[in-house]
């Protein structure tokens, strides 16, 4: 992927920004309205998905948080919140900025995009859980837009132990 903490040129194509601004909006509304199970659904059979801090990500280190390189994996993950893990109930709110498209050179679309998590608790505690960017290379597949990758940059290093979720 290109560093797409660096500015680029957008694309112009304000019919593809829409798309992949609907992707992002679809995509965390399925983790706002708690329907974890259809997050693979999001993404290429071998899509990835990684969340890494911004230091690890500007050092060029491919290691962080969570990481996920099919769809399968990601599925792995969302059954295991089910069965396998055991945390605090809680939710999201995701909140997103505009995001940034540029056309990569092997055709898939690069997208660059703000987010803001507030977490919720069971006993109705809410806080500021994450802030970040979401560096996206999307694919086109009978239609309609997928995530071939989501690295989750997070502006903090330090992350809180109920990190179940997908941001």
């Known amino acids: 992927m290109n560093d797409m903490t660096k500015p680029a040129a957008p694309?112009?194509?304000a019919g593809l920004l829409e798309r992949v601004e609907r992707l992002q909006t679809?995509?965390?509304n399925t983790i706002d309205d708690e329907r974890y199970r259809e997050l693979p659904d999001f993404f290429t059979e071998r899509g990835s998905y990684r969340i890494v801090s911004k230091e690890n990500h500007q050092?060029?280190?491919p290691f962080g948080l969570v990481f996920c390189d099919s769809r399968a994996m990601l599925r792995d993950r969302i059954v295991s919140m089910y069965k396998a893990n055991i945390f605090e109930p809680?939710?999201?709110?995701?909140?997103t900025g505009r995001s940034t498209i540029v056309r990569a050179?092997?055709?898939?679309?690069?997208?660059?995009?703000?987010?803001?998590v507030a977490r919720i608790m069971h006993d109705g505690g809410q806080e500021l859980f994450s802030t970040g960017i979401y560096l996206d290379r999307i694919c086109e597949e009978d239609?309609?837009?997928?995530?071939?990758e989501k690295v989750v940059v997070t502006d903090a290093s330090r992350v809180d132990a109920l990190l179940v979720i997908p941001l």
């Open 11 to 13: 694309a112009q194509d």
């Open 105 to 116: 050179a092997d055709g898939l679309i690069e997208a660059r995009t703000s987010y803001i």
């Open 143 to 148: 239609g309609k837009l997928l995530f071939s």
């Open 90 to 95: 809680h939710t999201y709110r995701h909140v």
């Open 59 to 61: 050092r060029g280190r």
């Open 26 to 28: 679809d995509y965390v």
